[in-house]
């Protein structure tokens, strides 16, 4: 019997190498839809408005956004989420870019005017600008970009030309305290890297009209404020108690630390028996305060309201840091600070009531390496000196110089307790936050 050849087709090959090529194209498809689908959700990510722990570029500062947050871009948007009334704590927003408010009407209603913030504001290095905040209302107890913060954070904020402003009905009345960023504020709040430019605030009640904050509350509260730069900011209040940062701190608030504060405006309290400092304007008994890495510039004058009292100075009790202290147990302390300005009073007979430092003191306190140069005082025969009425009553810093500011080689010195990534020197040696 013939051995049969076996008998093989001459596609056999070709066929087995046409499915290895199949083979191969397919994992390469595989690899090519994988690499597709991670450049797309890489893409995806740094577009979408919600950034889950990635360090993203937006702006002029790297912020490491390691949360949700939700963007914000618009006048609009800025204020639908400003006065929201069910905000929380997990509410965590920031700025997409600048926000012009021009033409925007923003007016405290019965809706917004006792809102609650609870989040996080992050301002990544953003300015809102050309931004009244208006009411009429002679009931409204609070007024600020928030009327109330409840153990909320904002930070990284710039305000320029951002006012406070009330109707004939609202100044008539003596009952809303305001702040540009807040009204009132309690419980554990920070409030950091805020710079403000030619802005202004108007309040009537006597618990206070501030900078930053109309007064602060609560027997709980830490509350943090540090990283203030304002240049031209003006403070106007028809009742006592007005501060460059905070207007009053009310009793028994057992932790609040103020730091790195560069300040310059026209602080101005209207009653009688009014307050008015540079930083704070009333600190009532039993709560704590430390000031640190302080550089104010004050004129205690209106120049802002003029229907009520235009470019008189303030009454009494008129301190170059805090107008009046009544806290205990030593709940003031002072530290690392320099004030330049004028401390006159409304009239000559007045003129006893002011500090450097505090300008009415019924407390303790503890005070180092603060100074003073080249302020005005008015004293009892109605002239102005760059010397104290010798009976003056406050609590004075040290003075530097009486009628000049200190020299660069002072200011050299005086620099180095205060932070670098901070503070620089202009040409004059003289300190200046950095924005």
């Known amino acids: 019997m013939k051995n049969r050849e ?12 046409g499915e290895n090529m199949t083979i191969r194209n397919l994992y390469s498809k595989v690899i090519i839809l994988l690499l597709f689908v991670l450049v ?7 577009a979408y408005s919600y950034f889950d722990t990635l360090e993203q570029e937006t702006g002029p500062i790297s912020v490491n956004i390691g949360e949700w947050m939700i963007g914000i871009s618009t006048a609009q948007e800025f204020y639908d989420f400003a006065t929201k009334t069910d905000s929380v704590s997990e509410d965590k927003y920031y700025l997409e870019n600048d926000i012009d408010f021009s033409g925007f009407t923003w007016q405290l209603n019965a809706s917004n005017n006792n809102v609650s913030f609870k989040g996080t504001l992050d301002g990544n290095n953003y300015t809102l600008s050309n931004l009244t905040i208006y009411t009429d209302s002679s009931v409204y107890a609070n007024i600020g970009i928030f009327p109330i913060i409840n153990g909320g954070t904002v930070k990284n904020l710039g305000l ?6 009330l109707g004939s009905n609202a100044l008539a009345a003596t009952v809303l305290a305001g702040g540009l960023i807040a009204g009132q504020i309690l419980n554990t709040v920070t409030i950091s890297n805020i710079t403000i430019n030619d802005s202004s605030v108007r309040a009537t009640r006597g618990t206070g009209a501030g900078g930053i904050v109309g007064y602060i509350r609560g027997s709980s509260s830490d509350i943090t404020i540090t990283n203030i730069l304002a240049t031209n900011l003006k ?9 460059g940062i905070v207007g009053q701190i ?29 930083i704070v304007g009333k600190l009532e008994a039993n709560s704590f305060l430390t000031i640190s890495n302080a550089v104010v510039e004050m004129n205690p004058q209106n120049t802002l309201e003029t229907s009520i009292g235009y470019l008189d100075y303030a ?23 320099f004030f330049t ?8 007979t007045r003129s006893i009531y002011v500090g450097t430092a505090i300008g009415r003191n019924l407390g303790t306190y503890t005070m180092t390496n603060s100074f003073y140069s080249m ?4 004293q009892t025969d109605g002239n102005l000196y760059y010397t104290p009425d010798t009976n003056a009553e406050g609590v004075f810093s040290t003075v530097v110089n009486t009628s000049s500011m200190p020299s660069a080689s002072w200011w050299n010195n005086f620099y180095t307790d205060f932070d670098n990534n901070l503070w620089t020197q202009d040409g004059t040696g003289r300190l200046t936050l950095i924005r």
């Open 235 to 243: 403070v106007w209040n028809k009742s006592s108690n007005a501060g």
């Open 40 to 46: 797309l959700a890489s893409s995806t990510t740094v």
């Open 315 to 337: 009454n009494k009790f008129i301190g170059g840091l805090v107008g009046y202290n009544l806290g205990n147990s030593t709940s003031l302390i002072i530290s690392d600070t």
């Open 375 to 378: 302020v005005q005082f008015l």
């Open 6 to 17: 076996a008998t093989v087709s001459p596609f056999s090959n070709k066929s087995r190498e």
């Open 250 to 278: 009310n009793q028994n608030v057992p932790s609040i630390n103020f730091s790195n504060i560069d300040i310059q405006g026209d602080i101005f309290s209207e009653a009688a028996g009014a307050y008015a400092g540079g």
């Open 341 to 348: 300005g004028n401390l006159r009073t409304d009239i000559k």
């Open 160 to 165: 320029d030309n951002v006012e406070i402003s």
